[in-house]
């Protein structure tokens, strides 16, 4: 089997053209291709972003049966599919389904002139799928006949994103090491770091399973139920099971990224002063100037191989459960454990905020009744 990487994602929400005004309004994405019923895709809308080599699909379903409108209805909005590229998908599709992931959807042909495309599904984790996709010919063309490409406008201030570096992945308690295993049984992933977590009386495990390419890892992630319920629990009873719970994008300037998102009204989890203040403690030397990192908060962690930095989103629905992360590599192979506490704090001081302004508004609102 051959994996080569994330040829795209899809989300299901509850308005595809809202979600598209604020990623595109926000992060620069672009819409490039669209689909409906007038292309053949039944009782659905849905759009086509690019940013870089990150193409995701936007998918509202237009009727209550419809399967994005009954997982937004339990989920919320959030990443329904993560399809993964491939040289052979009717190939790969038999293989993996030979190996234990349940069959979805058989094979299926997507074509005109210049393009081929051919698509599957299989069963992934929790209600999430994972279409297998082999493309040959234009590499401008999603899914012709399905999805109608339209001309994206030019982004006004390049392409600060690249690709998918990772997504994290959570799972129930007691499911870990089963969801690790699948994906090393079905898909041929490696897990090639596990690690106990400790933050403030909570607990958890992960497990980071990659594929032989390296392009597609996922840092899976499981709640210890022996400590105190935190944001995992949180994730977990508000997303009602098993999901994404952000998806991280690599960047090759996160300064000017974080800069430039930050003034079109994206929000990013804070950090305090003191972080930065041991920061040169820690580490010996930083590539990027520390003043500011500080300033807009993005942080730093190293491995044998080299530095990472990297930030997150405060969350980007009322549930307050996927939210996504901006990282850029200088060589470090692994994934900020280091910040995993500074995440968590200012993750708890992002929910603790929502809570109290939420409580504030109930008594005014109580108060003025």
Not at 67 to 90: L, M
Not at 118 to 147: C, K, N
Not at 164 to 184: E, K, M, N, W
């Amino acid at each position: 089997m051959n994996i080569l990487g994330i040829d795209h994602l899809e989300f299901y929400v509850g308005d595809a053209r809202q979600t598209a005004y604020y990623l595109c309004t926000a992060f620069g994405f672009r819409i490039c291709g669209q689909g409906g019923p007038q292309t053949g895709l039944v009782d659905q809308r849905s759009l086509l972003l690019q940013h870089g080599d990150i193409r995701i699909v936007l998918t509202s379903g237009l009727v209550p049966d419809h399967p994005a409108t009954q997982y937004v209805g339990r989920h919320g909005d959030g990443v329904a599919i993560v399809a993964f590229e491939t040289d052979d998908a009717a190939g790969l599709y038999a293989e993996v389904v030979g190996r234990g992931a349940a069959a979805l959807t058989a094979p299926a042909e997507y074509a005109d002139a210049d393009t081929r495309v051919v698509t599957a599904s299989v069963s992934g984790f929790g209600d999430v799928t994972h279409r297998l996709v082999e493309r040959h010919g234009a590499s401008w063309e999603f899914m012709p006949g399905a999805i109608e490409m339209t001309m994206a406008e030019q982004s006004f201030d390049g392409d600060l994103l690249k690709v998918i570096d990772h997504l994290a992945v959570c799972v129930p308690a007691g499911d870990l090491s089963a969801t690790s295993r699948f994906y090393q049984d079905v898909f041929g992933f490696a897990e090639i770091f596990e690690e106990y977590i400790e933050v403030g009386g909570q607990g958890m495990d992960s497990k980071v399973v990659q594929s032989p390419s390296r392009q597609v890892t996922f840092t899976l992630i499981e709640p210890d139920l022996t400590r105190r319920p935190g944001q995992i629990d949180d994730f977990l009873s508000w997303h009602a099971g098993a999901g994404v719970q952000h998806v991280a994008f690599r960047t090759d300037d996160i300064v000017t990224a974080v800069r430039t998102f930050g003034e079109r009204g994206v929000g990013f989890l804070s950090t305090p002063g003191a972080y930065f203040d041991a920061l040169e403690q820690r580490l010996s030397s930083v590539d990027l100037p520390i003043a500011e990192l500080r300033q807009l908060g993005v942080l730093v962690d190293t491995d044998h191989y080299g530095q990472l930095y990297q930030i997150f989103t405060q969350s980007m629905h009322v549930r307050r459960t996927l939210f996504l992360e901006l990282i850029e590599r200088h060589g470090a192979l692994t994934f900020g454990s280091s910040n995993i506490k500074a995440l968590y704090e200012a993750k708890e001081r992002e929910l603790g905020v929502s809570a109290e302004q939420a409580a504030t508004r109930d008594h005014a609102g109580l108060a003025t009744a």
